[in-house]
């Protein structure tokens, strides 16, 4: 954790102190009254098996002597991170206590954004340390993939789950759907942050996307229609999932994965794929593009950082 030092110093407080159902390394109390205890707190988790480190406001109330978690709120992206700084500035400018809201802003937004660029820098050096690893999994999947018709297709499931990455740098997380409402099941959800998630349906490498007459094959048909059905269950359940469940998966796009690659049919794939809102369809060949070009944008960026280490 040698990458958090100046985040434990602006959050010096024990973690194991804080009521959090979750592991929390390091926090900082904000307000402790009564009946409610706030704090910011940076948190350990688990997702898809792998360590991940979220910036986290948390709200406990006490109730028969025990602190509930009543708020949460994830801070770990730059995107909304920003936009509550933009808020939070304009309502100090239009409130009647502008001056004296003024000065904890100006501390506050500091020191908001030092953190947020700690989480930033821990996130990039953990990406790179990750590489030679990255593009083993890339060279395993490549395997997997030319091995004969007899491998599982539950393996091919599991290392796309496990290394969800592979369908780009901007997804975060991936989650296994276990709602029980949820008739019929999609494979696996990846999620973007601010908690936007992806629907991610998998077919067999071998399907053939188009018939010979150019028209799509029963197997492509079977997949747009079982991800259609999904996109509208969750647009009819939206509120009761994410209050079962505590997802927030509103107009969630569609990945269908199928078949490999033909560069015959490339412009017939993408003439077929625009007639159907939100759905994206991949071949596995697309899949192995995206990770290829993820390690690509990684190693790309390391050595930016060295040229402008040299620069100053």
Same mark, same amino acid.
């Given at each position: ?7 434990? %110093?602006?959050? $010096?407080? @024990? ?29 350990? =988790? ?6 991940? /480190? ?9 109730? +028969?002597?025990? /602190? ?5 709120? +994830?801070?770990?992206?730059? +995107? ?8 939070? %500035?304009?309502?100090? %400018? ?10 904890? $802003? ?13 989480? +930033? ?35 091919? %499931?599991?290392?796309?789950? @496990? &290394? ?25 959800? =990846? ?8 629907? #991610? ?30 996109? @509208? $269950? ?16 509103? $107009?969630?796009?569609?990945?269908? #994965? =199928?078949?490999?690659?033909? &560069? ?16 994206? =369809?991949?071949?596995? @060949? ?27």
């Amino acid at each position: 954790m040698d990458e958090f030092n100046v985040l434990k %110093q602006l959050l $010096y407080e @024990d973690g194991k102190k804080f009521p959090a159902k979750v592991e929390v390394v390091c926090g900082k109390t904000l307000s402790f009254t009564k009946d409610w205890w706030k704090a910011i707190v940076l948190v350990k =988790i688990k997702i898809g098996g792998k360590d991940k /480190y979220q910036l986290r406001l948390y709200g406990w109330h006490l109730k +028969n002597g025990e /602190y509930k978690t009543r708020q949460k709120f +994830n801070i770990s992206s730059v +995107n909304y991170a920003g936009e509550i700084l933009n808020s939070l %500035q304009i309502f100090i %400018q239009e409130s009647p206590k502008k001056g004296r809201l003024t000065t904890a $802003y100006d501390k506050m937004a500091k020191q908001l954004l030092t953190m947020q660029a700690e989480l +930033n820098k821990a996130r990039l050096k953990a990406q790179k340390n990750r590489i030679p690893d990255m593009e083993s999994k890339i060279r395993k999947f490549e395997k997997l993939l030319k091995q004969p018709l007899k491998r599982k297709e539950k393996e091919i %499931q599991n290392s796309l789950y @496990d &290394e969800f990455w592979m369908f780009g740098a901007r997804y975060r997380s991936v989650h296994k759907e276990t709602w029980a409402g949820m008739k019929g099941r999609n494979d696996f959800l =990846i999620e973007m942050e601010p908690g936007f998630y992806d629907i #991610v349906e998998l077919k067999k490498p071998e399907h053939k996307l188009f018939t010979k007459n150019k028209t799509m094959s029963k197997e492509l048909k079977d997949a747009l229609s079982q991800m259609a059905r999904y996109r @509208d $269950y969750y647009s009819k359940h939206y509120l009761s999932h994410k209050e079962q469940t505590g997802m927030d998966v509103l $107009y969630p796009l569609g990945i269908i #994965v =199928i078949g490999r690659r033909k &560069e015959s049919e490339r412009n017939l794939l993408r003439a077929h794929e625009s007639i159907f809102h939100r759905i994206e =369809i991949l071949t596995y @060949d697309d899949v192995l593009d995206r990770s290829k070009q993820t390690v690509i944008n990684i190693k790309n960026r390391k050595i930016k950082e060295r040229i402008s280490k040299k620069k100053n």
